[in-house]
């Protein structure tokens, strides 16, 4: 396994993981408002759990010597199938005023544009991803899983707030 692999491989690894955690910091169990917000904030935790293990399954196969390649292909269609909805996953409400504890930056309300267009940015990658995995081509799926990765960097760099460490 190659050196950029490695690091485009773990940058991806690095990003489904965020999503997931993020996405578990996204509200307490027991603490969700019984309202649109308070549901929808609910929802969107589910799906970014959903979408980093999708992720996540796919960097686990890529690290083996001989990766499952129906494993790979199936995560990419459910990743590719998530994306297509992430841009519904923040209704007006669904933020900090919903009173869950999100990770979303106000960004994600007050430039609708933007964040249209890093979840249309997600969207391509993931169909890419999603089209290289059911041909097989190990070469093209690193490669774009990497891509895939920066997608998902880009949004969190802009629209998501950074992890405490």
């Known amino acids: 396994m190659n050196i950029r692999f490695r690091a485009a491989g773990g940058a991806v690894l690095a990003a489904g993981l965020l999503v997931a955690a ?6 307490d169990e027991g603490s969700i408002p019984n309202t649109p917000g308070g549901k929808a904030a609910a929802a969107r935790h ?10 996540k399954a796919i960097a686990d196969e890529l690290k083996k010597d001989s990766p499952d390649k129906a494993v790979i ?5 459910k990743a590719k199938a998530l994306a ?7 209704p007006k409400g669904s933020g ?6 999100v990770e979303a930056k106000p960004e994600i309300w ?3 544009n933007g964040f249209a267009a890093a979840a249309a940015r997600l969207q391509a990658e993931t169909t890419k991803l ?14 774009q899983f990497g891509a895939t990765g920066g997608a998902c960097k880009n949004c969190h760099d802009k629209f998501r707030v950074p992890d405490k460490h």
Do not use: C, R
């Open 110 to 112: 007050a430039d609708p």
């Open 96 to 101: 900090p005023e919903s009173g869950v504890k």
């Open 130 to 143: 999603a089209q290289v995995a059911d041909a097989g081509d190990m070469a093209a799926i690193k490669a």
């Open 22 to 27: 993020g996405a578990a910091l996204a509200h």
């Open 73 to 77: 292909a199936a995560s990419a269609q």
């Open 46 to 55: 589910q799906n970014f759990k959903q979408l980093g293990g999708a992720f």
């Open 84 to 90: 297509g909805g992430l841009p519904t996953w923040f």
